[in-house]
């Protein structure tokens, strides 16, 4: 049975506002005992693999994005068997809620949500600020690991089509919306990486043609808070152009970035066909045969060779 | 392509070696709680640094901030210059402040000579590469490699 949704009318303008829990509700939930017997299961999703340790929510278990939601040997995410055994382990059943928080204005928080929800888990939310707001408000914090009782999870196979999009499916979708969250040299591909991150590259530098540019970050206030829904309309609707019932694709670099964007289009502006290409442009930059646009034009569809 | 693993250390100054076999003896999860450790005993920078913050390089590889410098002091009697190791990272980021804790407790004071003839895979022996990935394990050896560029580049002992 799913936990009681936050009521927090901040959250009312949102299309989903169930999706989202305030650092205030998951403290009450915590108190209340919610985390007993599994109902309700916190996990901290950062980036560097040993933030958690430093300190996290009291009865938060540590998920990690890289080890345990991607497959060691294929690119590709864990599958039906890998994932039920990784969710009963943090003791999550089938119909727990989750809440996921993490740092970086839940960067990666959003990243293992959508990985949750390529699984169809139903009931799977995201802290509002994440890590960052939580300490911000001096709110409790331990080190101890929780000892958790293993959930009961079965196995279900992964279901990309409604929300993961391939290399294929976005060579069929162009001339229909996409929205390229990376920073805007990456997307003129004045360079092929994130800033500092040099490692991550690929042999050339633009985007997906007709991509829209709007960074990630910029769906995120500076307290790690999404803006509020007239922010994002204006974003979305007004730059980047969608309208109302569009289909649209978000891409990064490898996926990560584009859930928090997929997760701003598909919950809280509420459009129903949004799917993240995870293969991004670690993928589309290296591809044989694929279109790309340099510079600062979204640039045409190429027409059919 | 070297087996890691269990692996030679002998080729290694005294207290990285000794610091890798400790990582070596231990299980996975208890590696990367040694990490931590490492991440709180970076040493502060001193004030001449801090208020110069200029004075450092930034490795860019890392994820996260991470600035270093070096600076070399000169023994009496002939004994070699010793390279002193300076290091800047944010608590936030303590996989990076980790590594950086490793490199200065192993290299902190030896020679030029000594810290130029580390390996440059040595980051590789820690055998943290499975639980900390192959990707943030670069940043660990970008700094190795930002050390031994610097310290290639200094003046030469007379």
Redesign the interface.
């Known amino acids: 049975m799913p936990y009681p949704v936050d009521q927090n009318e901040k959250f009312a303008a949102y299309a989903h506002p169930e999706r989202l829990v305030s650092t205030e509700w998951l403290a009450t939930a915590i108190e209340d005992g919610a985390l007993e017997g599994g109902r309700l299961v916190v996990l901290e999703s950062d980036e560097d693999v040993l933030v958690y340790e430093t300190g996290h929510i009291p009865g938060a278990v540590k998920i990690d994005w890289h080890t345990e939601l991607n497959d060691e040997v294929t690119r590709d995410f864990v599958d039906g068997e890998a994932f039920a055994a990784m969710a009963a382990a943090k003791g999550i059943s089938r119909d727990s809620t989750v809440v996921i928080y993490g740092d970086k204005s839940n960067w990666w928080a959003a990243y293992a949500l959508w990985v949750f929800e390529l699984f169809g888990h139903a009931d799977v939310r995201l802290l509002v600020g994440g890590r960052d707001k939580w300490l911000a408000e001096d709110r409790a914090v331990t080190t101890d690991t929780p000892v958790t009782a293993p959930g009961d999870y079965p196995v279900v196979e992964r279901d990309d089509a409604p929300i993961r999009a391939f290399k294929d499916d976005v060579l069929a979708h162009l001339g229909k919306p996409l929205i390229d969250v990376r920073s805007p040299e990456e997307y003129t591909g004045q360079r092929t990486h994130m800033p500092a991150y040099p490692e991550e590259g690929a042999m050339r530098g633009g985007h997906i043609p007709t991509a829209a540019s709007i960074p990630w970050a910029r769906a995120a206030a500076g307290d790690g808070t999404y803006r509020n829904r007239p922010e994002l309309e204006a974003l979305y609707l007004g730059e980047a152009g969608l309208k109302e019932g569009d289909d649209v694709i978000a891409y990064c670099r490898i996926g990560e970035r584009s859930s928090h964007t997929w997760f701003a289009l598909k919950y809280l502006l509420g459009f129903d066909t949004v799917r993240n290409y995870d293969g991004s442009w670690t993928e589309w930059g290296n591809a044989v045969g694929v279109p790309i646009v340099k510079g600062a034009d979204r640039g045409t569809v190429p027409s059919a060779r | 392509m070297r087996k890691l693993g269990v692996m030679n250390t002998s080729a290694l100054p005294a207290a990285l070696a000794e610091i890798v076999d400790d990582f070596q003896a231990l299980t996975e999860p208890e590696r ?2 040694l ?2 450790e490492f ?1 709180r005993g970076l040493p502060e920078l001193p004030d001449r640094l801090m208020e110069h913050p200029e004075m450092m390089e930034q490795v ?6 991470l600035f270093l410098t070096i600076e070399t002091e000169q023994h009496d009697g002939g004994t070699p210059q010793s390279v002193r190791l300076f290091f800047k990272a944010p ?6 402040r ?1 590594f950086a804790g490793v490199l200065h407790e192993g290299l902190d004071g030896l020679s030029p000579a000594e810290i130029l003839a580390v390996p440059d895979d040595m980051p590789e022996l820690l055998g943290l590469t ?4 192959p ?2 394990m ?1 940043g660990m050896t970008a700094m190795l490699g930002r050390i031994k560029r610097k310290v290639s580049a200094l003046p030469q002992q007379s």
């Open positions: 990367l709680q990490l931590l991440s860019v590889e890392c994820q996260s901030p608590p936030e980021a303590p996989t990076t980790g499975r639980a900390i990935t990707l943030r670069r």
